[in-house]
């Protein structure tokens, strides 16, 4: 019974390490990375569609990105898009495709960036914990239904305890590794 609370509750925790993962992938760093444009969406037929339904995006050079709509018809929305973004991007149509290179990052807004991740990390630290507490309440239900004995709801507890850890070591990893990103010229 308590294997399944364990189960249940990890996979929700690891949905927020999932959730900051991605987050990550959208914040810019001095390097390009496709993930970077996963947020933006073209208005395509008439409809809003994610950017990498529309169009293939490479990497040529470690500072430049690529896209490539399928359908040449597209290429000034793409171009709308991503000036509308919040990226700071300045897109440059050639012949079927819209090159966007990369700035270097001042001292400043690394600076920003790293504040921001820390801020999204603490967020992710905060929603495994909520979710800790959930799993602690359920196995407090469980002993008071009679369901598991005391022994049964402390060793549950501890447990929790210890996948609360090994997820929140993960989201220290996480920022670590992001920072570095950041920081790195």
């Known amino acids: 019974m308590l294997e399944n609370v364990y189960k249940e509750f990890r996979t929700k925790m690891q949905k927020s390490v999932e959730v900051l993962e991605a987050e990550f992938a959208r914040i810019r760093t001095s390097r390009a990375n496709p993930a970077l444009l996963d947020g933006i969406k073209v208005e395509a037929y008439g409809a809003p569609t994610p950017l990498k339904q529309v169009a293939s995006i ?12 399928w359908d ?8 709308k898009a991503l000036q509308k973004s919040d990226l700071g991007l ?6 079927n495709l819209v090159r966007i290179m990369i700035p270097a990052l001042t001292e400043e807004r690394r600076r920003e960036l ?12 905060i929603a495994v914990r909520n979710i800790r507490r959930e799993a602690n309440d359920r196995i407090k239900s469980l002993e008071k239904a009679k ?18 850890d090994e997820l929140i070591a993960r ?8 920072e570095t990103e950041i920081l790195e010229r």
Do not use: H, M, W, Y
């Open 72 to 79: 040449r018809n597209l290429l000034t929305e793409v171009e």
């Open 171 to 178: 989201l220290d990893e996480l920022f670590k590794q992001k």
């Open 114 to 125: 790293v504040k921001l991740c820390g801020k999204l990390t603490e967020d992710a630290r």
């Open 147 to 164: 369901d598991i004995s005391e022994d049964d709801s402390k060793t549950g507890v501890k447990k929790v305890q210890e996948i609360t």
């Open 90 to 95: 300045n897109p440059k149509v050639e012949a």
């Open 58 to 69: 490479s990497v040529p050079e470690p500072r430049q990105l690529v896209v490539q709509p």
